[in-house]
């Protein structure tokens, strides 16, 4: 009698939609149709999603009609644009709001801003911002949505420490709110809704445009220094003396990477473990060069690309892969880089380790990214020292196996104290989607300001499909 009812639930559902068809300009998805798969496809397959249908939203008008529809049937929503920063599947009864064919940027280069869609990504952005002489506080991957990087804070592979979160300069969100409504929030018009949603993710939302500070810079003393892993140690604890003291300009990681034996991979990382270390720096050249010295010389350097770059060319920083593949996920913040934790990342990550862990990246805080914003927003934990996360690629299918066996996890729990410690908005994997471990992210005010903000916009936890901050009950 149970699976009667579903079904001609189901049914019902089905016939309704066209309704929805009949509202939106763009492609709509159900599962078998043609399309379905690719337009549900992700960066990171290690989250695959299955929802009811999809709606490929081409402006504002969808998105509401898309949303209202969930609202008559009572069906969650889920938002995508690129899938680089995975939370939870959708599937079951639920409606898909894919934003990539909204993907407008504009460039006010006399306010030094830039306005742009829900599907728009961070390349786009640069090179159109590089034309005026402008650059935005991207992240290392152009192909990462500007949208999702800065509801969750934003930390700029170039320019971090110079000026802070992406989330700090974000002047206007123009959102779609469970109710279908549009609004436009500035810190005047609502400014708890405005301080909830930097930081806050996408619990309270579709956001479909984002306008946001640009900076008169052109061009950076930038690139990467890559030594053997046999150097991991003296290059780790180089790495540590240089962070020490770096000054607020210059933002900088230093990666672990087991690269595969494969012919895209340069001659020097194929099929060996390498130690980087990836510099930014904003300001002149001599200087920049005495500020790495050290580095250049604690050992053999294999590769060397740090010189003086167009803005533009940031994403040969790191050189991301662009092509979708599974991983397991999982990341931490820590106060200080401590022999203790030195050591654990030598054990996980070093050239002794047997480790399955394809690579782990500490990334340098502090700077602006310690400072408060003047607007003020949701992203906390600005006293951390650094962000870590390990990064293990598997194969599609044993990606669930894989989730709670990997080394990354184990990195992770011998770098955090028992229950977790402290995480970051930012710094959220698949493994962190529990509402325990979401709460982590914030300080006990934070929460309870963002929980009563979404009790306000959406009480019955429509946007359910992130990293969940859970209405009142």
């Known amino acids: 009698m149970r699976g009667e009812t579903n079904q001609k639930g189901a049914d019902m559902l089905r016939r309704s939609t066209s309704s929805l068809l009949a509202s939106v300009n763009g492609p709509v998805f159900f599962a078998g149709?043609?399309?379905?798969?690719?337009?549900?496809?992700?960066?990171?397959?290690?989250?695959?999603?299955?929802?009811?249908?999809?709606?490929?939203?081409?402006?504002e008008a969808d998105v509401r009609a898309a949303v209202?529809?969930?609202?008559?049937?009572?069906?969650?929503?889920?938002?995508?644009?690129?899938?680089?920063?995975?939370?939870?599947?959708?599937?079951?009864?639920?409606?898909?709001?894919?934003?990539?064919?909204?993907?407008?940027?504009?460039?006010?280069?006399?306010?030094?801003?830039?306005r742009v869609e829900a599907g728009a990504r961070w390349g786009q952005v640069v090179d159109e911002a590089a034309k005026v002489g402008l650059a935005p506080l991207a992240g290392s991957s152009p192909h990462v949505g500007v949208v999702g990087y800065?509801?969750?804070?934003?930390?700029?592979?170039?320019?971090?420490?110079?000026?802070?979160?992406?989330?700090?300069?974000?002047?206007?969100?123009?959102?779609?709110?469970?109710?279908?409504?549009?609004?436009?929030?500035?810190?005047?018009?609502?400014?708890?809704?405005?301080?909830?949603?930097?930081?806050?993710?996408?619990?309270?939302?579709?956001?479909?445009?984002?306008?946001?500070?640009?900076?008169?810079?052109?061009?950076?003393?930038?690139?990467?220094?890559?030594?053997?892993?046999?150097?991991?140690?003296?290059?780790?604890?180089?790495?540590?003396?240089?962070?020490?003291?770096?000054?607020?300009?210059?933002?900088?990681s230093i990666v672990f990477l087991r690269a595969p034996d494969l012919p895209f991979v340069p001659d020097f990382m194929r099929g060996r473990l390498t130690v980087s270390i990836r510099i930014s720096f904003l300001g002149a050249?001599?200087?920049?060069?005495?500020?790495?010295?050290?580095?250049?010389?604690?050992?053999?350097?294999?590769?060397?690309?740090?010189?003086?770059?167009?803005?533009?060319?940031?994403?040969?920083?790191?050189?991301?892969?662009?092509?979708?593949?599974?991983?397991?996920?999982?990341?931490?913040i820590l106060d200080e880089l401590s022999p203790s934790a030195m050591e654990a990342i030598l054990d996980i990550a070093g050239s002794n380790s047997d480790s399955s862990v394809t690579m782990v990246n500490l990334t340098h805080l502090g700077g602006a990214l310690g400072r408060p914003s003047e607007k003020a927003n949701a992203v906390g934990r600005r006293d951390a020292a650094f962000a870590i996360f390990a990064f293990t690629v598997v194969p599609p299918g044993d990606v669930v196996l894989n989730a709670g066996m990997d080394q990354g996890l184990e990195l992770m729990r011998r770098l955090t104290p028992p229950g977790g410690g402290r995480k970051h908005p930012g710094y959220l994997s698949p493994a962190d989607a529990s509402v325990e471990s979401v709460r982590l992210a914030y300080d006990t005010s934070t929460y309870e300001r963002l929980q009563a903000t979404k009790t306000r916009y959406d009480p019955r936890n429509v946007f359910r499909f992130t990293h969940n901050i859970p209405p009142r009950t």
């Not at 940027?105 to 006399?110: N, T």
């Not at 609502?190 to 500070?213: P, Q, R, S, Y």
Request: aromatic fraction near 8%; proline fraction near 6%.
């Open 33 to 59: 149709d043609d399309g379905f798969a690719d337009e549900a496809s992700v960066f990171n397959t290690a989250v695959m999603h299955l929802p009811y249908v999809i709606v490929g939203a081409t402006g």
């Open 68 to 114: 209202h529809f969930a609202s008559e049937h009572a069906l969650p929503v889920a938002v995508l644009n690129t899938g680089h920063g995975p939370s939870v599947p959708a599937s079951g009864p639920s409606v898909m709001i894919t934003t990539r064919r909204m993907a407008g940027v504009w460039i006010d280069s006399a306010k030094r801003t830039a």
């Open 150 to 252: 800065t509801l969750g804070g934003g930390v700029s592979v170039a320019l971090g420490r110079a000026f802070g979160y992406a989330a700090d300069h974000v002047q206007v969100i123009e959102i779609v709110t469970a109710d279908g409504e549009l609004r436009r929030v500035t810190p005047d018009s609502d400014g708890e809704l405005f301080f909830a949603l930097l930081g806050g993710k996408g619990n309270f939302g579709v956001v479909t445009a984002m306008e946001f500070t640009l900076f008169p810079v052109a061009e950076i003393y930038a690139g990467a220094l890559h030594f053997s892993g046999d150097n991991a140690r003296e290059v780790l604890e180089a790495y540590e003396r240089f962070t020490s003291t770096a000054p607020d300009e210059l933002t900088s």
């Open 285 to 332: 050249a001599p200087e920049g060069e005495a500020l790495i010295a050290p580095l250049r010389a604690v050992a053999p350097v294999l590769a060397d690309t740090v010189s003086t770059m167009p803005f533009a060319d940031i994403a040969s920083i790191t050189n991301d892969p662009s092509e979708p593949a599974a991983a397991v996920e999982h990341f931490a």
